[in-house]
């Protein structure tokens, strides 16, 4: 099972930028897809962003197209969510997730959790 390390969140103002960073452990980070979420309070969990195991494809939720890019490093069992443009709708705590072999990348229930997640707040 890939055990995961989300950091970077932080606050920011609006119309910033910020990085984050997920850090996997084990052997089969490499040929799993891997996937951003999200959680605001008082909200379920929504997908953000996802990529495939080899990083060729990624998908997108339509609030974050065009802001967020989402990223792998195999070599460095990492996935990264460059988030420019920040607006206040993106307070969440963010987590990444691997993705099952069943189910749509944009479904949340179609993840397997292993963070604790990494808090973003923009002001506005």
């Known amino acids: 099972q890939v055990q995961l390390v989300e950091s970077g969140g932080g606050l920011v103002q609006a119309g910033g930028s910020l990085r984050l960073s997920c850090a996997a452990s084990?052997?089969?980070?490499?040929?799993?897809?891997m996937g951003w979420l999200r959680q605001a309070p008082g909200k379920e969990r929504e997908f953000v962003a996802g990529?495939?195991?080899?990083?060729?494809?990624?998908v997108y939720a339509d609030s974050v197209k065009g802001r967020f890019t989402i990223s792998r490093d195999n070599a460095k069992n990492t996935v990264y969510l460059q988030m420019n443009s920040l607006k206040y709708e993106d307070t969440a705590l963010y987590y990444c997730?691997?993705?099952?072999?069943?189910?749509?990348?944009?479904?949340?229930?179609?993840?397997?959790?292993g963070g604790q997640g990494t808090q973003v707040t923009v002001s506005s």
């Open positions: 997730a691997t993705k099952t072999p069943w189910g749509s990348y944009y479904t949340e229930t179609a993840y397997d959790y």
């Open positions: 990529v495939s195991s080899s990083g060729s494809r990624t």
């Open positions: 084990g052997d089969t980070f490499s040929s799993r897809a």
